[in-house]
Structures are given as structure tokens and as C-alpha cells.
């Protein structure tokens, strides 16, 4: 290879609106013990197991993915931690931090967390983000069919072993947006950071509607009944990629990520692959780019399988659209549409 070349297949990943790709989402399952409302189908259909990619390959493409630029691998699902040899995987992807890694976190819901938390903080992994949508029993197992339980008894594991972790909750009109308070208390007394998600139509039997969402407006509205809530300084530029808009309620650090209202797409630095091999450029990507070919010749060490991943990741990327509000309308009518974007949050992980 003559070193222009070379030069040239080694930079970084950049879109057409001048957005380098920092974050790269890797969902090693779509399986998942949980049926979150707003997340999986009410029939899934599971990836084939042979189809998905081994986490040898997986390796081979972060390692190529970190020579480009990525700086941070967020593990996720469905559910990661159902997955056998998750564990290991991130303690291999350790490797990649002497080639410019600098994170290796995971989405959970924490149901097995109580099991996997001294592993995993062994294995390296340097933060986690767990879902928690309801503190109220019996809510909590209309929501997601399991018990609330384990995931609290997960989450004091994950304390206990010293792994920083973050709280996630999905807001939906009607059926949790009375856990705003309890859970903001509930976070503040355990000193952990709490995150509310707008609802996104990215739900496996797309009954998502904006009368769902529970906008970011909304929820500080509620909040400003018994916190004193101000933006984080620096924050209201929207200069950092991080899609939470950043507050203190009473001193105590809370994100809020408003994809619906307040969309954060102007700086985005995620791409995302799924566990067959699938990337994409958005969460809301009309279409993927099936790499499952080039990722195996490149395991396979095949002559030029650098090149030809990279010709045509780099062109995909580059074709990123703006964001969120630029795909809405055809995103919806695709949902219309039901036979086609079969893509759903619990297959891109979030
Ligand atoms: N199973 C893990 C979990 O729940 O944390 C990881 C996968 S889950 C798909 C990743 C994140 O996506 C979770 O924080 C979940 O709340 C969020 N999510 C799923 N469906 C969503 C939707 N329709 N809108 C907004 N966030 C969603
Ligand atoms: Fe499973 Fe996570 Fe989706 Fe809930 S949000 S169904 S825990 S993948």
C-alpha cells in the first residue's frame, strides 16, 4: 500500500456535516429477558445465534473501528448480560486502549447484575448505565413483565464493587410519568445520577405517538414542584456530544436526553453496529449497511479487507443525515408502512 494510501484508510470517520465518530454501540444480542412496553415487540422474532457475529470477529471490528478514531465502545443489547462470554470480551477489548480506546461501558437492566458486578469491574469495564423505569413493584412488572427485585439488588452489587453507574428512565405519558418525583428523590438519596429519556418511535410494534412522549418541558415542570432545578453551566450551548441536557436539582447532578424536543443530533459522534453485523450512521437510519462480509474477511486477516471496510464504511458515514428532525416524516410514514425499517431499540441497543 503506498503511504497516501495508507494515510487515507487510517483517518478518522467523519459525516457531511463535519461530525467525527467518537462512540461506537455494539449490541452483542437482540434477546432479551424483559419486555419493556416501549422496547420489544409483543412476538419477537430472535436473530438466528449462527447468524451473529463471534465476539472474536466483534474484536476484530473494534479494533479496527479504534485505529479510526473511536474512543469509546458502549456494550448493549437486548440484554448484554445474556449473552455468554460478554465478560471476557471486555476484559479482551482492554487491548485497544494502548491504540487510543479510552471507555468501555454497557447498558443493562440489571437483572443479572448481581451475579456479573465483581467480573465485570474486574474485566475493566469502565462504567454502566442501568434502565429503570419504575420504583413501584407493581408498575415496574406491568412495564416490563419481571420482577423490580433483582434489578435494585443489582444495583447495590454495582455500588458495592465500585462500578460507576447511571440511571436511565423512559418516560411515557399515562403509564410511568408519576415516578418523576419518586425516582428523582430516590436517585438523590443514593447519590446516583438519574437520566430521563423522551419516549422515541423506536418501539418493536411501533404504537409509539407524540401524545406518548413526555417532553423534557414536562418533566421540569414536575420537578420544579419540590427541587430547585438550573441548567449545568457551559451546557446550553449544546457544545459537548453528550445527548443529555445537563442540571442540578438541588446540587445533584440529572441529565435529561430530549431527542423528541430539545434533539441533541447537531453533535452527534455515535455509529452503531447490531450483533448480525448491521451499522448504522443514526438510531433513526432509513437504512443499515450490512458488513457481516467484510467483518469476517477481515477477522480472516483476507488481503485488503481493511481497504474494502473502510471504502465503504467511510462512504455510509459520510452520508449521515443531519438528525432526528430531518428523517421524522419519513420515518413516520414507514411506520405507517409497517412492512418496512423492521429495526427496533432492542436490535441497536439505544
Ligand atoms: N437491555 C438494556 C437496557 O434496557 O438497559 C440495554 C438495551 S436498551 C435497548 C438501551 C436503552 O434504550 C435503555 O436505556 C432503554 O431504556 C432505551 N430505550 C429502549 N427503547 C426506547 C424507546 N422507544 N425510546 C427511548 N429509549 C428507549
Ligand atoms: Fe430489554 Fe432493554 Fe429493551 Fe427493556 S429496554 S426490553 S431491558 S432491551
Known amino acids: 500500500m503506498n503511504m497516501m494510501t495508507e494515510l487515507e484508510t487510517n483517518a478518522r470517520f467523519v459525516d457531511q456535516f463535519g461530525r467525527s465518530k467518537r462512540k461506537l454501540r455494539i449490541s452483542v444480542t437482540d434477546r432479551c429477558n424483559f419486555k419493556c412496553v ?86 475493566g469495564l469502565d462504567d454502566l448505565n442501568i434502565s429503570l423505569d419504575s420504583l413501584d413493584t407493581h408498575q415496574f412488572k406491568q412495564l416490563t413483565q419481571k420482577e423490580l427485585s433483582p434489578v435494585l439488588e443489582g444495583i447495590h452489587a454495582a455500588q458495592a464493587v465500585g462500578l460507576p453507574i447511571k440511571i436511565n428512565c423512559v418516560l411515557m405519558n399515562g403509564i410511568n410519568d408519576n415516578q418523576i418525583l419518586p425516582l428523582a428523590r430516590w436517585s438523590v438519596q443514593q447519590k446516583i445520577m438519574l437520566r430521563f429519556i423522551e419516549f422515541m418511535p423506536l418501539d418493536g410494534d411501533r404504537k409509539w405517538s407524540s401524545e406518548h412522549v413526555v417532553s423534557e418541558q414536562q418533566i421540569l415542570d414536575s420537578l420544579s414542584t419540590e427541587f430547585t432545578v438550573i441548567q449545568q453551566p457551559g451546557d446550553s450551548a449544546r457544545s459537548s456530544s453528550e445527548p443529555a441536557r445537563q442540571y442540578f436539582m438541588d446540587g445533584h447532578p440529572l441529565g435529561i436526553i430530549s431527542t423528541i424536543t430539545n434533539s441533541f443530533c447537531g453533535t452527534c459522534d455515535r455509529v452503531r453496529l447490531t450483533a448480525q453485523g448491521e451499522f448504522y450512521n443514526c438510531l433513526f437510519a432509513p437504512q443499515g449497511l450490512n458488513l457481516k462480509t467484510e467483518i469476517k474477511a477481515l477477522s480472516c486477516s483476507e488481503p485488503l479487507s481493511e481497504l474494502s471496510l473502510h471504502a465503504v464504511l467511510s462512504k455510509y458515514i459520510w452520508n449521515k443525515e443531519s438528525g432526528y428532525h430531518a428523517i421524522a416524516q419519513r420515518l413516520e410514514n414507514q411506520r405507517m408502512n409497517k412492512s418496512s425499517r423492521k429495526i427496533s431499540m432492542h436490535m441497536l441497543g439505544g
Request: charged share 20%.
Open 38 to 123: 416501549y422496547c420489544m415487540p409483543e412476538h419477537p422474532e430472535w436473530m438466528k445465534k449462527h447468524d451473529l457475529l463471534s465476539f472474536e470477529q466483534l474484536y476484530q471490528f473494534c479494533d479496527f473501528m479504534v485505529r479510526r478514531g473511536i474512543e469509546s465502545i458502549r456494550i448493549t443489547g437486548g440484554e448484554p448480560l445474556m449473552r455468554q462470554g460478554v465478560v471476557h470480551f471486555i476484559a479482551q477489548l482492554q487491548n485497544l486502549k494502548k491504540l487510543g480506546l479510552k471507555r468501555i461501558s454497557m447498558t443493562s437492566n440489571a437483572h443479572y447484575l448481581k451475579q456479573y458486578a465483581a467480573a465485570l469491574k474486574q474485566a
